[in-house]
């Protein structure tokens, strides 16, 4: 990683109360290389170049950080090659992660990536959200349910709503504005982010409880 790069993700990762940036740094750098090695043989993500990588995956990944507690249980729906899960992982050592996604190739890239950071109370699952038997299992298990801009809203909120404990917490993580979405069935919206990422791209953070 170069060293532009580096200070660009210590200076938002200072923003936060991080334990220990230039272990994250580390980490960040590990996940651009193997990112990189992968996708010369696999098509992970369309972002293949290093810039791209640490503002639309890594920077982008951590914009919704404000809104994850100590030692959450977190369920990352349609994780892609691990993001934002793996980032906020990093960031977060003490919450609990379980990522989901229906394409092995990612969670190969995923369990690879687990196993390299050494990564602890982490689970990559080849799975949908929507299948019957893994809903059943996990029914009102975690404290947050987070997807980055995998599926429309209304169906991310149907999706995560049997996942969240009574108390739980949907971080839905949208590319462009999202007009008109108050309370959703089962959802209260209780809040909200707008944030610019390096690149001038735009993210909103909507936050909902359940209930």
């Known amino acids: 990683m170069i060293r532009e790069h580096r200070e660009l993700l ?15 740094l580390d980490a960040f750098e590990l996940i651009i290389d193997e990112l ?9 993500t369309a972002i293949r170049d290093e810039h791209g990588i ?15 507690g100590e030692g959450d249980f977190i369920l990352d729906i349609g994780s892609g090659a691990g993001f934002p899960g793996i980032p906020i992982k990093l960031a977060r050592p003490s919450v609990r992660l379980v990522m989901l996604d229906a394409r092995s190739k990612k969670i190969n890239f995923i369990n690879s990536m687990i196993n390299l ?3 602890t109370d ?13 809903r059943e299992l996990m029914a009102g298990s975690f404290d947050v349910v987070i997807s980055r801009a995998a599926f429309p809203l209304p169906e991310l ?33 209780i809040d909200e982010l707008i944030t610019d990422l390096p690149d001038g791209s735009l993210r909103k953070i909507m936050v909902f409880g359940k209930g």
């Open 10 to 24: 210590r200076t938002f990762l200072g923003n936060y109360e991080i334990k220990d940036i230039d272990a994250c």
């Open 36 to 44: 990189t090695r992968w996708n010369r043989v696999i098509n992970l």
């Open 54 to 68: 640490v503002v639309r995956h890594l920077i982008d990944s951590l914009t919704p950080l404000q809104f994850i």
């Open 117 to 119: 950071l050494k990564l």
């Open 122 to 134: 982490t689970t990559a699952i080849h799975q949908r959200a929507e299948a019957e038997d893994f």
């Open 157 to 189: 909120a149907s999706l995560s709503l049997p996942y969240l404990k009574d108390d739980g917490r949907l971080i839905a993580m949208q590319s462009k504005r999202t007009e008109g979405v108050d309370d959703m069935e089962g959802l209260t919206r």
